[in-house]
Structure formats: C-alpha cells, structure tokens
C-alpha cells in the first residue's frame, strides 16, 4: 500500500464540463472542479461561498407565468455618481427605483404605464427579452422591431416620462430628417393628382398600399399605410387614408418640387429655348411646368427663367424644352440648382423607412455623437446613424462629415442586426455575423468612408453584449456557447474567441448577461448569464494573473434578472413565499447575508414579523450572528424562533442555499500510467480555510465548537488547517465540501492524501 498526498491549491479554471472530466492528462485538470456551487472563485485559487440575494421589493401586481421567457426585466440609469437607479420593466410598466448614493439603499420613485400621449407603453411580457437599449445623459432609448422607439426621460432627481421618439422636422413638417427607402419594384410610378392641397389622391402604378381589414365607406380604416409618410422627390405626403392597393388619399405639407441637378439648364445662343434636364421627369409635350430659385444662363436673366412654363418638346424621359422670356447671347450650361413645380408620375419617390408597415428598428447604440439604429422587419440588415450629435437627425444630405449614414451589412445570407455596441471601434452583431465600422487613422466615421466589415460568422442572440477589457462578450446564437470579439492585432482583424467551451454545461438557452468589471481595489471581473433554466453561470476573472473559470449560482427559487450598477448586482427571483404563493423579488447580491431572499429583521423574545417578503406556511431559515438556529415556518406573519432563544432581539432570516465543491477524481500520475478506474481510497482531507462556519467534507462535518468552549460567547469562525478522516475505496474518490449549516466558508486548497 502506497500513501501519496495530493494538493488541490488552485481551482482557476471553476467547473468544468463532464466531458473533461477522464482528461486526466490536462493542465486543466488539477485546477478545475467537477462541481462548483455558489462559490466565487478567489484569485487566489481558492473558492469563496457567494453572499446572499437581500430581499428589497416585492413586486405584487405580476402574476408568475413560467410559460413565459422573462416577465420582469432590469435596466441599469445612470445619471451620475449620485443619481443612479434600476428600472424594473415588466408588461407595459415601468418601476423605476433610486439608489440613495449616501446609504445605498434603494427606494421607489415612479410607475409608468403610459407615455406622454396617454398611450399605454408597449413593453409586453412576450417581447421583454428581446428589447435593446442605449442611455444618452438624461434619456434612454429602448428599441424592438414591434413599436416606435420609446425614450425613458429624467425630468428631475426622481420625476421620469416616457416620449415617442419623434424625428426632428423643419417647421411645418415640410421635411422630416427621418430615413425613407424606394420599398416598390423599380420603375413603379407614383401620380400625384396635383402638386399642393389636402385630401389630394396618388396612385401608383402596381399594387403597393396596404389593405388590411374590411373596406368601409370606400377606405381601409385599418390600412397600417395610414399615418405613414411618403416622399416625392423631396417633398413630404402623408397618408390619411387608403382606398385601394393602388390609391391612397395624402396630404401635402409643402408644393411639390424636384431640385434639379447643377446646372441642369442649357441655353443656345440666339434662342429662348431652354433645355431642361430633369430625369425620370414623366412630363409630357404642352404640360405646365413652373420653374423656381434658376440663376442667369446664358445672358438670360434669373427673372426671365423662373415662372410658370410650357413644355415645347420632350426630348427623352430625362429631358424637355421650354420657351422662357428673352433670347440668349450665348449657348452654355448653367442656372445653379433650380426646382421644377410639378406632379407628374415619378419612380423618384419613397417611403419611410420606420412604420407599422415596415417595422421599426430592433437595436440602438451610441458611438462616436451618433444615434445609431438598425434591424427593422422590412431592412432587416440595414444600419442608420444620426448626424453627428443631433440624436433626432437622420437626413443623408450631401454626404458631409457630419450627415447621417445608412449602410448595409448583407453578405450571402441576411442576418438581422440586433445589437450596437461601442468599443474600440463600434460593434455590430446580426443573427448571422460579427461586424465592426473601422476607422481610418483616427478619422471619425462619415458618410464617405464608412463601411460594414463582417469579421466571423457565429451569430448573436438576443441577450445584450457587453464590453468587457477591450472585446465585447456575446452569446453565440443557440444558446450554448458565450464568445468574445476581440481585436487581434497579430492577424489585424477581430475574432470571436469562445469563453465558455471548458464548462458548456452551464450555459442553458441565456436570457440575460452583466458584467462586473474591476470592482473597486481588486483585479477581479466576473460575467453573470442568466439561463432559461433560472440559475447563473458566472464567470470569475482575474486579468492581472491571467485566470479565468465558471462556477454555478442556484437559489431555493428562480432567477429571472440580472442587471450591474458599478459593483453591485440585482437580481429578480421567483420564490415561493409560503403555500405555493409565487412572487418575484427584487433582490441585491449582499456579501453580509448567508441567506437568500433575506433581510435583517429586529424583534423581541424572539419573535419576528417577516410578513414583507413571506406568507404565512413558509419555511424559512433563521441566522443569528455566526449560529444558524434552523428552519421555522411562518405562522400569523411572524418567525417564532423562542423555543431556541427566547432573549433573541435581532436575526437574518430567508432561503438558505447550498454550497458545494465537488473535486474532479483525484488521480496520481506514477510510473505505470494513471490510476483512474483503479480502487483507492482518501483516508485523511486536509482543508485550509477563511472565516468558515460550517464545513463538512464527504459528509464528515467540522464541529465548530468544542465541549469546553463558552457557549455564551459568539462562535468564532475558523481561519488555518484542519483535518478530515474518511473511510472507503472508490474507483474514482473526489472531495465533496458541503455545509450543513447556511454561513460562512471559503476554501483556500485542499490536500487529500490518498492510498492505492
């Protein structure tokens, strides 16, 4: 018989996937786990038990449906260091809750459920997962390809609207800066039948409006075209009713015009003939046209050109002749940008780009004093981008450097674009692909020189990513597999490396991601994926020394939210608060609390009213200082812990949770191979902890207190060496740590001297 003393000192790389656990032969392996439960991992090597979730708003009015992917929905507001809050989104409301910066507590301030036009907000359950969201100073824009883009406004510390984001227009409405796009075939005409008025009739040349619903009093009053503008050339219609796939009734803010190209006007020495290029112009011979805003040409003064005019000829579909009111003395091109008056059929017209018709955009972003949208049913791989630093601006102009920008991001296979995010360069993912707008030696992005750039091709879901040490974390669509593009400056490109492939396992269909980065005085990160399934994966980073691995969050519930502001986490969780009564909680990860869904409560004899966050039958577990009293069921909204201690004033008192770290096989490399598979047993574990209160190892518990310890004094937590005994030969023995108590522990290593 052999005895060799094995050290389990680093647990970097967290749990690992079942797949690795025969790989014996990994360096992997002897710094992993094959279960790790409610532990963070220190950077030391060692795990830590996580705090508990402290119970801090119960959210009565939502009835739990676990048919549905996400019913309750966090969302970080930072204002400022001292005006930060959470807002709660769930079916159609906003509870919005203000973080007191001097005491960190959370209080709330408002609940929404209508915008400013007493229109009920459109945030249903069915689609909460789905939304995007971007803050800008006091305003946040929240985004879905179902409804208009919606902006949560802070009026003052704790006031909050919501608005209809509305497109900067000039006054009148006689141009609205949105995005419009030609959504009919080429070559279909749209006929005004005159260029200014109301009630004035367009017909297009093919079916194009839509018809939805029955046809009552000649119109489709459930026509989605109704309400959308159109724009003919450069002049703005909008639809107030439709009578046909073909014929719709609009309303024209300004006269129509068409702005000709430069120096579109031709002159012939000696004539009062005028060619006028005008393309696509649909014009006819002897048609009335008015000329307006023409210079001199040709000797012709600018006054003689501009008026109301016949055409004399059509030379061709881009070109006509008109007689003006003096000859020229000269032949030349010229007369600046004039406009032509005019309502002829036209295939220069387009549509709004956002609408109940089209959709609207499913992801929004901020880069570089840009609004950024992108993803609508209709252009589904199409980005737009606001002028530089006007948010309400999308007019393409003349390509200037600040104009808006629209660009494209299909390549082969169309992938929707769900997600902005703004990093070294602006990041942007699609169902299909990874794409990033390179800049050029530090110039900003403009019309002129953007380009989408596709770079892998995994595809997004649809849980936001999140920048995190240069490279945007992301989830890989399906659901499996968490990966982050990153900027490789070897292969001069971004890749997407995947960050989860060593524990797979634990990513279960995710809903949600944050990330918290660096907290204050420590170089640790850790990345929390909620997962359909209602637990947490979370991922423990530390940068300084290069270690990385996942452990598992579970609670006597279900996770339901997760959100970050700064170092602090909330969470949303579905407990059952007594009798089959299911609530969801707004919650904070607290390193004080050893329960969940907890709090401090004060009473006396030991009595407590719990009546906040528990009904009556509930089961709970009671925590005093550093002893676990055990479990009592609520009873007339009270926890009646008197039987125990009948002096107790004070007490925490919630869902206690399990811990567990569950080694990989302990295995000995000798001269004759590995030894899995082949009996051995552990016969001594030997643990170095922190601040422990409750351990067991392979069901052996530590007792804390000894007979002739002073029970009147507070137990102390033990910090050093201690010693385990085991009995048994296993094929495969592992070092199971367990606590059959809910407080304290953290394991630095283990030893485990095993026999073979």
Same mark, same amino acid.
């Given at each position: 018989?052999?005895?060799? $003393?094995? #050290?389990?000192?680093?647990?970097?790389?967290?749990?690992?996937?079942?797949?690795?656990?025969?790989?014996?032969?990994?360096?992997?392996?002897?710094?992993?786990?094959?279960?790790?439960?409610?532990?963070?991992?220190?950077?030391?090597?060692?795990?830590?038990?996580?705090?508990?979730?402290?119970?801090?708003?119960?959210?009565?009015?939502?009835?739990?449906?676990?048919?549905?992917?996400?019913?309750?929905?966090?969302? #970080?507001?930072?204002?400022?260091?001292?005006?930060?809050?959470?807002?709660?989104?769930?079916?159609?409301?906003?509870?919005?809750?203000?973080?007191?910066?001097?005491?960190?507590?959370?209080?709330?301030?408002?609940?929404?459920?209508?915008?400013?036009?007493?229109?009920?907000?459109?945030?249903?359950?069915?689609?909460?997962?789905?939304?995007?969201?971007?803050?800008?100073?006091?305003?946040?824009?929240?985004?879905?390809?179902?409804?208009?883009?919606?902006?949560?406004?802070?009026?003052?510390?704790?006031?909050?609207?919501?608005?209809?984001?509305?497109?900067?227009?000039?006054?009148?409405?006689?141009?609205?800066?949105?995005?419009?796009?030609?959504?009919?075939?080429?070559?279909?005409?749209?006929?005004?039948?005159?260029?200014?008025?109301?009630?004035?009739?367009?017909?297009?040349?093919?079916?194009?409006?839509?018809?939805?619903?029955?046809?009552?009093?000649?119109?489709?009053?459930?026509?989605?075209?109704?309400?959308?503008?159109?724009?003919?050339?450069?002049?703005?219609?909008?639809?107030?009713?439709?009578?046909?796939?073909?014929?719709?009734?609009?309303?024209?803010?300004?006269?129509?015009?068409?702005?000709?190209?430069?120096?579109?006007?031709?002159?012939?020495?000696?004539?009062?003939?005028?060619?006028?290029?005008?393309?696509?112009?649909?014009?006819?011979?002897?048609?009335?046209?008015?000329?307006?805003?023409?210079?001199?040409?040709?000797?012709?003064?600018?006054?003689?050109?501009?008026?109301?005019?016949?055409?004399?000829?059509?030379?061709?579909?881009?070109?006509?002749?008109?007689?003006?009111?003096?000859?020229?003395?000269?032949?030349?091109?010229?007369?600046?940008?004039?406009?032509?008056?005019?309502?002829?059929?036209?295939?220069?017209?387009?549509?709004?780009?956002?609408?109940?018709?089209?959709?609207?955009?499913?992801?929004?972003?901020?880069?570089?004093?840009?609004?950024?949208?992108?993803?609508?049913?209709?252009?589904?791989?199409?980005?737009?981008?606001?002028?530089?630093?006007?948010?309400?601006?999308?007019?393409?102009?003349?390509?200037?450097?600040?104009?808006?920008?629209?660009?494209?991001?299909?390549?082969?296979?169309?992938?929707?674009?769900?997600?902005?995010?703004?990093?070294?360069?602006?990041?942007?993912?699609?169902?299909?692909?990874?794409?990033?707008?390179?800049?050029?030696?530090?110039?900003?992005?403009?019309?002129?020189?953007?380009?989408?750039?596709?770079?892998?091709?995994?595809?997004?879901?649809?849980?936001? #990513?999140?920048?995190?040490?240069?490279?945007?974390?992301?989830?890989?669509?399906?659901? $499996?597999?968490?990966?982050?593009?990153?900027?490789?400056?070897?292969?001069?490109?971004?890749?997407?490396?995947?960050?989860?492939?060593?524990?797979?396992?634990?990513?279960?269909?995710?809903?949600?991601?944050?990330?918290?980065?660096?907290?204050?005085?420590?170089?640790?990160?850790?990345?929390?994926?909620?997962?359909?399934?209602?637990?947490?994966?979370?991922?423990?980073?530390? $940068?300084?020394?290069?270690?990385?691995?996942?452990?598992?969050?579970?609670?006597?519930?279900?996770?339901?939210?997760?959100?970050?502001?700064?170092?602090?986490?909330?969470?949303?969780?579905?407990?059952?608060?007594?009798?089959?009564?299911?609530?969801?909680?707004?919650?904070?990860?607290?390193?004080?609390?050893?329960?969940?869904?907890?709090?401090?409560?004060?009473?006396?004899?030991?009595?407590?009213?719990?009546?906040?966050?528990?009904?009556?039958?509930?089961?709970?577990?009671?925590?005093?200082?550093?002893?676990?009293?055990?479990?009592?069921?609520?009873?007339?909204?009270?926890?009646?812990?008197?039987?125990?201690?009948?002096?107790?004033?004070?007490?925490?008192?919630?869902?206690?949770?399990?811990?567990?770290?569950?080694?990989?096989?302990?295995?000995?490399?000798?001269?004759?191979?590995?030894?899995?598979?082949?009996?051995?047993?552990?016969?001594?574990?030997?643990?170095?902890?922190?601040?422990?209160?409750?351990?067991?190892?392979?069901?052996?518990?530590?007792?804390?207190?000894?007979?002739?310890?002073?029970?009147?004094?507070?137990?102390?937590?033990?910090?050093?060496?201690?010693?385990?005994?085991?009995?048994?030969?296993?094929?495969?023995?592992?070092?199971?740590?367990?606590?059959?108590?809910?407080?304290?522990?953290?394991?630095?290593?283990?030893?485990?001297?095993?026999?073979?």
């Amino acid at each position: 018989m052999r005895k060799v $003393k094995v #050290p389990l000192t680093n647990f970097q790389y967290g749990e690992i996937s079942p797949s690795l656990i025969s790989r014996t032969d990994s360096e992997i392996y002897n710094s992993s786990a094959q279960r790790m439960k409610n532990f963070f991992i220190r950077a030391e090597g060692g795990v830590l038990k996580r705090g508990g979730f402290q119970a801090l708003h119960k959210f009565s009015s939502v009835t739990v449906d676990n048919t549905k992917r996400q019913q309750i929905r966090l969302f #970080p507001f930072i204002f400022s260091d001292d005006e930060q809050y959470v807002v709660a989104m769930s079916n159609n409301k906003l509870e919005i809750f203000f973080i007191d910066p001097s005491t960190g507590a959370l209080s709330l301030v408002t609940t929404l459920t209508q915008d400013t036009d007493s229109v009920a907000l459109p945030f249903s359950e069915n689609i909460l997962h789905e939304i995007t969201f971007a803050q800008g100073g006091d305003v946040l824009f929240l985004c879905h390809n179902s409804f208009m883009c919606r902006q949560l406004v802070r009026t003052g510390l704790n006031s909050f609207q919501v608005e209809l984001y509305v497109f900067q227009q000039e006054a009148g409405g006689a141009r609205i800066h949105q995005p419009y796009y030609p959504f009919h075939p080429f070559g279909v005409t749209l006929n005004p039948a005159a260029s200014t008025g109301s009630g004035v009739t367009v017909t297009t040349s093919q079916a194009y409006f839509d018809t939805t619903g029955s046809q009552s009093g000649g119109n489709f009053p459930n026509s989605k075209h109704v309400g959308v503008s159109l724009r003919y050339h450069d002049s703005e219609l909008f639809i107030t009713s439709v009578q046909s796939t073909t014929q719709a009734t609009v309303n024209i803010v300004d006269t129509l015009r068409v702005e000709l190209a430069a120096d579109a006007l031709r002159t012939v020495d000696g004539s009062s003939d005028i060619e006028v290029t005008h393309i696509n112009h649909g014009m006819s011979n002897n048609d009335s046209v008015t000329i307006e805003d023409a210079g001199s040409v040709g000797g012709i003064n600018a006054n003689q050109i501009n008026g109301s005019r016949t055409i004399l000829k059509v030379i061709d579909e881009n070109r006509y002749k008109v007689t003006v009111g003096a000859a020229a003395n000269a032949s030349e091109d010229g007369g600046g940008f004039p406009k032509i008056v005019t309502h002829a059929p036209t295939s220069q017209w387009s549509e709004q780009s956002y609408s109940a018709v089209r959709g609207f955009p499913a992801a929004v972003g901020f880069h570089e004093n840009r609004l950024w949208f992108g993803g609508t049913l209709s252009q589904p791989d199409f980005v737009w981008a606001s002028k530089t630093a006007l948010y309400y601006n999308f007019d393409l102009g003349t390509s200037a450097a600040n104009d808006s920008i629209e660009l494209v991001a299909s390549i082969g296979e169309i992938g929707t674009i769900r997600h902005f995010v703004s990093n070294r360069d602006i990041h942007i993912f699609t169902a299909s692909s990874e794409f990033y707008i390179p800049t050029f030696q530090n110039e900003p992005i403009t019309p002129l020189n953007a380009q989408m750039k596709r770079q892998t091709n995994f595809g997004a879901g649809f849980v936001r #990513p999140e920048p995190f040490y240069g490279a945007t974390v992301f989830n890989q669509i399906g659901g $499996k597999m968490i990966r982050q593009f990153v900027y490789d400056d070897t292969e001069n490109a971004y890749k997407s490396d995947p960050i989860s492939v060593l524990s797979s396992h634990l990513i279960n269909d995710p809903v949600q991601m944050c990330i918290v980065a660096g907290a204050v005085n420590t170089s640790e990160s850790f990345i929390f994926i909620l997962n359909f399934t209602g637990d947490l994966a979370v991922y423990n980073v530390n $940068k300084l020394e290069n270690r990385a691995g996942w452990s598992n969050f579970v609670t006597d519930g279900s996770f339901h939210s997760i959100m970050a502001i700064e170092s602090r986490v909330f969470a949303v969780i579905e407990y059952d608060l007594g009798a089959g009564t299911k609530k969801f909680i707004l919650t904070e990860l607290n390193a004080n609390m050893n329960i969940d869904n907890a709090n401090n409560y004060t009473g006396s004899s030991g009595v407590f009213n719990v009546s906040n966050f528990f009904d009556n039958g509930a089961v709970v577990d009671v925590v005093s200082a550093t002893d676990y009293l055990g479990q009592f069921t609520v009873a007339g909204g009270n926890v009646d812990v008197s039987a125990v201690d009948s002096g107790l004033t004070s007490c925490q008192v919630g869902f206690g949770f399990d811990v567990e770290l569950k080694s990989n096989p302990i295995d000995i490399g000798i001269s004759t191979g590995p030894l899995t598979g082949e009996p051995r047993t552990i016969g001594k574990v030997i643990l170095d902890l922190n601040n422990t209160l409750s351990v067991s190892v392979n069901g052996t518990k530590l007792f804390i207190r000894k007979v002739n310890d002073d029970f009147s004094q507070i137990r102390q937590a033990v910090t050093g060496k201690k010693e385990f005994y085991l009995l048994g030969y296993n094929r495969d023995p592992q070092v199971v740590v367990t606590q059959t108590a809910p407080l304290g522990i953290q394991v630095n290593s283990i030893i485990a001297e095993v026999t073979f």
